[in-house]
């Protein structure tokens, strides 16, 4: 009976035991409920700080920024591009010999240059052989904001010598324009007058720009010129539309007010080849005061007259003098065609003066055409409606054996300041202006070493064809008898080390 009795005693127990159970698995119950509670908790802390640790970084990537050197240029900008800032440096050193007959006597030795300058006078007869800085540049361009951009450029280089420095351009431009790529742009540039005037002078195929594109783009635009301006352009076309005013640091009464326009066009392009056409104007409306305008009287004159295809030596040896007017119309037709690795573009320039009093409005003109061939096969890169520099496929490396690319350029000019000139020996008519006849014949041969270095070596052929006004229109005592030839024939031999980026 002994075991009945463990039995009934063990059964016992477990019945009394059984509540005491029960309640310890409820408060293990409540304490795994707990603790699954506070890890969902914290499950959901993890994910917040993780989207908030990856909204972070995605802000710290978008406002990092980056540094390249392309085509030897330093830009900063930063990962969306919305802000870039590019570095921006150009030297150009010239040299020239001046191949002409050798200098003789004011008295007898007649060639001269421009009006009542006598230094001019003097150096017409023996060009100053040498070297110049043509350009030193250095400055800086970019984005803000993604919409707006900005150019700044300062020039210590000059035409026969160099300059204490100069603003060559200070802008800034608003592209967010939502047509035609259209852009607006206020400060200190040179809005485009033509087809030469558009390329850049680090890409153009010779040392200059042709005269008459030169002597134009002098009237209304040029480098350092105020100016507000409307661009535009499509797959195939371009229009600027600008209003302008005086170059920095040229100061006057009243300053002139021009408006320079251009509209361009492609009409035919197919892969290495296209044709483009243009027209352009300039328009000087109200010209510059020389003096306080009593009563009307101010002269408001207009002067043109421009150098050699070369700026070794400045001295000017076709001038009009100036020409008290009322306003300018200048007007120009553009052509050009690429082929592959060959491309010859022209202009024609019309020059009408609106010359106050009763003397006559002079009208004068000027042309040229010019062809290149690179002759290791690279072409020209037509962009902006203009022909810019070609670029080698293999730099100069003696190592892989790439010598660069090589480019052959020939050119005709023609600028006539003349207007009832007459003929040789004989005075000059009531209103006449003899402002000569210049025509430059150029070859020249460039080597681009690499995206950022060049040679321009040229020989050119000018001959000018001016005739004495008489009297003291040169300077007092050293004016040629009224219809003696002033100008001269001679050779110019000239080579340009540059370095751009």
Same mark, same amino acid.
């Given at each position: 009976?002994?075991?009945?009795?463990?039995?009934?005693?063990?059964?016992?127990?477990?019945?009394?035991?059984?509540?005491?159970?029960?309640?310890? @698995?409820?408060?293990?119950?409540?304490?795994?409920?707990?603790?699954?509670?506070?890890?969902?908790?914290?499950?959901?802390?993890?994910?917040?700080?993780?989207?908030?640790?990856?909204?972070? $970084?995605? /802000?710290?990537?978008?406002?990092?920024?980056?540094?390249?050197?392309?085509?030897?240029?330093?830009?900063?900008?930063?990962?969306?591009?919305?802000?870039?800032?590019?570095?921006?440096?150009?030297?150009?050193?010239?040299?020239?010999?001046?191949?002409?007959?050798?200098?003789?006597?004011?008295?007898? =030795?007649?060639?001269?240059?421009?009006?009542?300058?006598?230094?001019?006078?003097?150096?017409?007869?023996?060009?100053?052989?040498?070297?110049?800085?043509?350009?030193?540049?250095?400055?800086?361009?970019?984005?803000?904001?993604?919409?707006?951009?900005?150019?700044?450029?300062?020039?210590?280089?000059?035409?026969?010598?160099?300059?204490?420095?100069?603003?060559?351009?200070?802008?800034?431009?608003?592209?967010?324009?939502?047509?035609?790529?259209?852009?607006?742009?206020?400060?200190?540039? #040179?809005?485009?007058?033509?087809?030469?005037?558009?390329? #850049?002078?680090?890409?153009?195929?010779?040392?200059?720009?042709?005269?008459?594109?030169?002597?134009?783009?002098?009237?209304?635009?040029?480098?350092?010129?105020?100016?507000?301006?409307?661009?535009?352009?499509? %797959?195939?076309?371009?229009?600027?539309?600008?209003?302008?005013?005086?170059?920095?640091?040229?100061?006057?009464?009243?300053?002139?007010?021009?408006?320079?326009?251009?509209?361009?066009?492609?009409?035919?392009?197919? @892969?290495?080849?296209?044709?483009?056409?243009? $027209?352009?104007?300039?328009? $000087?409306?109200?010209?510059?005061?020389?003096?306080?305008?009593?009563?009307?009287?101010?002269?408001?004159?207009?002067?043109?007259?421009?150098?050699?295809?070369?700026?070794?030596?400045?001295?000017?040896?076709?001038?009009?003098?100036?020409?008290?007017?009322?306003?300018?119309?200048?007007?120009?037709?553009?052509?050009?065609?690429?082929?592959?690795?060959?491309?010859?573009?022209?202009?024609?320039?019309?020059? %009408?003066?609106?010359?106050?009093?009763?003397?006559?409005?002079?009208?004068?003109?000027?042309?040229?055409?010019?062809?290149?061939?690179?002759?290791?096969?690279?072409?020209?890169?037509?962009?902006? /409606?203009?022909?810019?520099?070609?670029?080698?496929?293999?730099?100069?490396?003696?190592?892989?054996?790439?010598?660069?690319?090589?480019?052959?350029?020939?050119?005709?000019?023609?600028? %006539?300041?003349?207007?009832?000139?007459?003929?040789?020996?004989?005075?000059?008519?009531?209103?006449?202006?003899?402002?000569?006849?210049?025509?430059?014949?150029?070859?020249?041969?460039?080597?681009?070493?690499?995206?950022?270095?060049?040679?321009?070596?040229?020989?050119?052929?000018?001959?000018? =064809?001016?005739?004495?006004?008489?009297?003291?229109?040169?300077?007092?005592?050293?004016?040629?008898?009224?219809?003696?030839?002033?100008?001269?024939?001679?050779?110019?031999?000239?080579?340009?080390?540059?370095?751009?980026?």
């Amino acid at each position: 009976m002994a075991w009945k009795t463990r039995l009934i005693a063990g059964v016992a127990v477990a019945a009394l035991a059984w509540p005491a159970m029960a309640a310890a @698995d409820e408060a293990t119950d409540a304490r795994i409920k707990a603790l699954e509670e506070q890890l969902a908790l914290l499950q959901g802390q993890i994910a917040d700080l993780k989207q908030s640790t990856a909204k972070n $970084v995605a /802000a710290v990537r978008s406002d990092a920024t980056t540094v390249s050197l392309a085509n030897g240029r330093p830009t900063i900008a930063t990962s969306d591009g919305r802000f870039t800032a590019s570095f921006r440096g150009v030297f150009q050193l010239d040299a020239a010999h001046y191949d002409q007959r050798a200098p003789g006597p004011l008295g007898s =030795d007649f060639r001269r240059g421009s009006f009542g300058d006598a230094a001019e006078n003097d150096r017409a007869r023996d060009l100053s052989d040498g070297a110049n800085f043509r350009r030193a540049r250095i400055g800086i361009e970019g984005k803000a904001f993604g919409d707006f951009e900005y150019n700044f450029l300062y020039d210590f280089g000059g035409s026969g010598n160099e300059e204490a420095g100069k603003i060559s351009a200070a802008w800034v431009q608003y592209g967010g324009l939502p047509f035609a790529n259209a852009k607006i742009r206020i400060g200190a540039f #040179s809005p485009p007058s033509g087809l030469e005037e558009a390329v #850049s002078t680090n890409g153009s195929l010779f040392a200059e720009r042709a005269s008459p594109a030169e002597l134009v783009r002098g009237l209304a635009a040029g480098d350092g010129r105020t100016a507000v301006a409307f661009l535009a352009n499509g %797959d195939n076309w371009t229009a600027t539309a600008a209003i302008t005013g005086n170059i920095i640091g040229v100061q006057t009464f009243d300053e002139q007010t021009a408006f320079v326009g251009r509209l361009s066009f492609v009409p035919f392009r197919r @892969d290495g080849s296209l044709i483009h056409l243009g $027209v352009n104007t300039s328009i $000087v409306i109200n010209p510059a005061a020389s003096g306080p305008d009593v009563a009307g009287t101010a002269v408001t004159a207009i002067r043109l007259r421009d150098r050699p295809e070369i700026r070794v030596d400045g001295t000017r040896l076709v001038d009009t003098g100036n020409i008290d007017a009322d306003g300018l119309t200048a007007i120009g037709a553009e052509f050009g065609a690429q082929w592959k690795n060959f491309y010859v573009q022209s202009e024609y320039f019309d020059i %009408d003066v609106d010359r106050k009093g009763a003397l006559g409005d002079p009208d004068f003109s000027g042309w040229y055409a010019q062809a290149g061939w690179t002759l290791t096969g690279e072409a020209r890169r037509y962009g902006n /409606a203009t022909f810019d520099a070609p670029r080698p496929t293999k730099p100069f490396d003696l190592k892989t054996g790439g010598w660069g690319a090589w480019e052959l350029g020939l050119r005709y000019s023609k600028l %006539d300041l003349n207007y009832l000139a007459g003929a040789p020996g004989t005075a000059a008519v009531a209103g006449a202006i003899r402002g000569g006849e210049q025509e430059t014949f150029t070859l020249g041969l460039n080597w681009y070493v690499n995206n950022v270095l060049r040679f321009q070596a040229a020989y050119q052929d000018v001959s000018v =064809d001016r005739l004495s006004p008489g009297g003291t229109a040169f300077v007092a005592g050293s004016t040629p008898p009224a219809g003696a030839q002033v100008g001269q024939d001679l050779t110019i031999y000239s080579l340009r080390t540059q370095y751009a980026f």
